[in-house]
């Protein structure tokens, strides 16, 4: 199963971005996803995860009100909309797939395939 990420870049504070993130290969017909963050030197953190069937979202504080994830099963696509964008949203974004579960986690070791990242940098 390979994730691809897509969509960072370099935007000022207030600005929006979405990111996406594409699985293929064999994947099952059932799996939870999230996105993770990671600043330079600092451990890679829980972001927002999205349960199987897309009905239950799950948000760190620090995002809750301008982030919002979704995700469309028939391309295999995770989406991140990120709003309002603060200088201290700056990291790399990962993308992660837990397999053959229906249920989102906030560990990083709870996940099995993980996306390259993409950057995120805001600009005061």
């Known amino acids: 199963v390979q994730l691809q990420a897509s969509g960072g870049g370099l935007v000022q504070a207030g600005a929006s971005l979405r990111l996406s993130c594409t699985a293929s290969?064999?994947?099952?017909?059932?799996?939870?996803a999230a996105w993770f963050s990671q600043a330079p030197g600092k451990e890679r953190e829980f972001v927002a995860g999205v349960n199987w069937s897309g009905d239950r979202n799950y948000y760190a504080d620090s995002v809750k009100g301008r982030f919002a994830i979704s995700r469309h099963n028939t391309k295999n696509t995770i989406y991140l909309q990120m709003n309002s964008l603060k200088p201290e949203d700056t990291a790399v974004y990962y993308c992660a797939v837990r397999d053959r579960s229906t249920l989102v986690s906030k560990e990083t070791s709870e996940y099995d395939y993980w996306g390259q990242g993409t950057q995120v940098t805001v600009s005061s």
């Open positions: 290969g064999r994947i099952s017909s059932t799996y939870s």
